[in-house]
């Protein structure tokens, strides 16, 4: 048996993992923050909006790709880029058709800068076509419990069938966070690489959070005109962790860095 | 019936008070300030069928007894119908409270060196039962030497321990150094060690926690801050003592947990890049002013590299809770 023929077996052997407990009810304190959003507080529900609603997601789709290669995938590997990586639009890193690339490489530009030609390179490696990765993204997602998600695309663009809940992502980010190459990727601020045919790639990470919020360590952005800005957010200070995720945020940097420092503050308040 | 085993520590007590009656009786020899007696003590309880192994000691009493007044008791016992009659004395004693207990006891002279006596106690239903003989030895320092002397040595020396314990054991200690207690002869220097530790601002917010702390748990004895009451002080006082000095030293955490009357002239002196928390949540005007210099009508990217990063996320934290004050 293959390892992730192994892997996918325990998952189904398993049963499907409940996703994000849906008794707690966290207090929707800032409505006018995003169409939907949910923060936790170690792993605490504490502020949500909609969270079940079905949404665009855009990008924040990479996190499940990001999941399944990662668990499955050798990233040691080399990947050649097939033909229709060209036919990728919206963000891209400029990879060409036959350009040789480690799968590390391809990774964390995928979550560094959502750079959807690595995205698709990725999942036509893994899934030998885009349509068998995605019949695998959502397998997985049944898998984690994510009642409100459906992929029809690997990398996020907008479509019928491609949605999710703020409350799914949260639970899709702590599976996230459970592999080390994922959290390594999402907090890296600049990356460049060299593909094995000597070409280079220097990117700079699309979340602004980093650098700028202390405590920032990812996790993933995302655009598209159907889903606006998008964001799962993972900060760290003294021991807590805070993790928030916004679907259609009209001000997603300002108003995520003052709902982190929010969330920080209400964690630094004696419990009763 | 359950028998309870003798205790040893109030069997003890009631024979210390015989030998310093015994004391109290006629007949001792005049030489030295006091008598040294070997005594065997045996006790038991009455109706338990064995008794505790006889136990022999050294005591020094005085050669000129004191009569009733000289009978050691705590606070809470009275001595009661003490009679001195011939050769013979005898008494009774209650004590009330924690070791409630009622008892009576009699003393004999045997000639000058020597004496018997028994002495019965009844601790909550159960009677215990001890009998002494002492014979003299020599002579002693009844001055250093009594029973008496040497339980003030004992507790002189638990309070000077007590005065040696670091600076957090000795604030928890003021209710042994209070008026009436164990060592309330040395509370001058127990005030003289802790009042100055109170002038250091760290040391006041380990009292604060600390009493919190402790009161949240239940405790409502040998709080930090009544440690302070002993001496005169208080809490109330000596962070009003402190408030100048956090505002001269520029402690904005201290200023923000205990001062609220030196929050104004802080804000002044606070700098926004140490203190965002306290400029965004206490300052409101000058927060309003630094954010129009340095965040409002940025690009958020704009703040990379910007050291008033920090601040001007909170204070986008404070927009938010603004925008939103009706939903929470």
Known sequence: MTRAGAILLALLLAGVAPGMARGAAPSDAYPDIARAYWVEIDNQPIWAGRPDERLPMASLTKLMTALLVAETADLDAVVTVDAAVASETGTRIGLRPGERVQARDLFTAMLVRSANDACRALADWQGGNQARFVARMNARAVALGLRDTHYNDACGHDGPGQYSSVRDLATLAHAALGQPAILAAAAQRDFRFRSVDGRVHAMHSTNALLGIVPGTKGLKTGYTPGAGRCLVALAERDGVRVLAVLLHAPDRWWDSAGLLELAFARARQPRP | ?328
């Open chain 2, 1 to 328: 019936m359950t028998r309870n085993p003798v205790d040893k520590s109030s069997a003890r007590r009631w024979f210390w008070l015989a030998v310093l009656l015994l004391a109290a009786s006629p007949g001792f020899a005049q030489q030295g300030t006091g008598n040294r007696y070997r005594v065997t003590t045996k006790m038991e309880m009455v109706g338990m069928p064995f008794a505790m192994p006889a136990h022999t000691s050294e005591v020094c009493g005085p050669k000129n007894g004191g009569g009733q007044a000289m009978v050691p008791h705590q606070d809470n016992c009275q001595v009661l119908d003490y009679k001195i009659t011939g050769n013979k004395s005898s008494f009774r004693m209650v004590c009330t409270g924690r070791e409630a207990m009622s008892g009576t006891g009699e003393f004999e002279m045997l000639g000058a060196d020597g004496y018997r006596g028994k002495i019965t106690v009844d601790m909550e239903g159960q009677q215990m039962l001890m009998n002494f003989d002492g014979k003299r030895i020599g002579d002693c320092n009844y001055a250093t030497e009594s029973p008496q002397a040497q339980g003030q040595a004992m507790v002189a020396k638990s309070c000077d321990q007590i005065l040696a314990q670091p600076a957090d054991a000795l604030v928890m200690a003021g209710a042994s150094f209070a008026s009436g207690s164990m060592c309330a002869a040395k509370k001058s220097v127990y005030c003289g060690k802790i009042l100055p530790l109170a002038n250091d601002l760290k040391v006041i917010r380990n009292l604060d926690t600390n009493d919190a702390s402790m009161r949240q748990s239940g405790a409502t004895t040998n709080l930090p801050w009544e440690s302070y009451q002993v001496c005169g002080s208080g809490r109330a006082a000596i962070i009003a003592k402190a408030c100048p000095k956090a505002l001269a030293t520029g402690d904005i955490d201290f200023i923000s947990a205990f001062c609220p009357a030196q929050v104004e002239a802080a804000c002044v002196k606070a700098d926004p890049l140490r203190s965002a928390d306290f400029i965004v949540d206490h300052c409101p005007a000058r927060a309003q002013t630094i954010a129009g210099q340095q965040c409002a009508g940025r690009d958020f990217t704009a703040l990379q590299g910007s050291p008033y990063a920090g601040f001007c996320g909170k204070m986008a934290g404070r927009r938010l809770k603004q925008r939103n004050s009706g939903n929470r």
